[in-house]
């Protein structure tokens, strides 16, 4: 059987034989990268946490529904009409992404936040971008809840006032089912006051934080691709010094 013998000697000295060579490739990779990368205009990113309106435990808008409104034509109309510098909505699909964010267990996994982000090339337009997106999302958000939960304020008013007539009118004669009429009907105004007031399952959207200033995501690949860039470039440049000083194949194959 052939067996690949192979002398580091030789090769080691054909580097270093060649090493202008093998330093004029990795200058040329070098220049080649920098002007290539700095030369790109930056990108900036930011982001917004949604927390979605719920009644009663649920939300006001499924979650799925809601990310496809945001990311649909009339909601970005909506809010081109709301930056200082209009952007078709066409222009600001390509800008906003919106993404849910799970939690739970594997079986009983549910969405808890809206995360939308923005990236463009302008600091600031990315900031304002996402702050009025957030903005108008919450706000249409809100809208909904009023509607939802005007149900359920209009329902514990009407028990309120169902116990006071049914209060004012308890006699001797249906004593014992007035009796038990205004105790289902107290048990089920408890149970909406609870779910009406609960901080855990009632509550309006909101932003979780304020959004953040933008960061410049390009600039953050520069330098790995200059590292990279680098790596390629010296082992072409070590491949390109052996083959001139040996031919091809670089390693010889000894019987």
Not at 178 to 188: C, I, M, P, V, Y
């Amino acid at each position: 059987m052939d067996s690949v013998a192979v002398d580091l000697a030789p090769l080691l000295n054909a580097a270093w034989k060649r090493r202008y060579l093998i330093l004029f490739i990795l200058v040329v990779a070098n220049l080649a990268t920098f002007l290539f990368t700095f030369q790109q205009a930056p990108t900036y990113s930011t982001k917004a946490l949604i927390k979605i309106a719920r009644v009663w435990g649920e939300p006001v808008e499924d979650p799925y529904i809601l990310t496809e409104l945001i990311s649909g034509k009339e909601f970005l109309k909506d809010l081109s009409q709301k930056l200082d510098k209009k952007e078709s909505p066409k222009n600001l699909a390509k800008i906003v992404s919106v993404q849910r964010l799970e939690g739970g267990k594997a079986k009983s996994r549910y969405v808890y936040l809206i995360k939308l982000s923005a990236t463009s090339s302008e600091s600031q337009k990315t900031k304002e971008i996402v702050e009025k997106a957030a903005t108008l999302a919450v706000e249409k958000l809100n809208q909904k809840f009023e509607k939802v939960f005007q149900s359920y304020s209009d329902r514990e008013k009407e028990l309120r006032s169902r116990i006071e007539e049914v209060s004012s009118k308890v006699d001797s004669e249906h004593l014992i089912m007035k009796k038990l009429e205004l105790e289902s009907l107290r048990l089920e105004l408890s149970n909406v006051e609870l779910n009406n007031r609960s901080e855990l399952k009632t509550y309006r959207a909101s932003l979780i934080e304020p959004v953040d200033e933008p960061e410049e995501i390009a600039g953050k690949s520069r330098w790995s691709q200059l590292v990279v860039a680098n790596l390629a470039a010296f082992a072409l440049a070590i491949l390109v010094a052996l083959v001139l000083e040996f031919g091809l194949p670089i390693v010889k194959v000894r019987g």
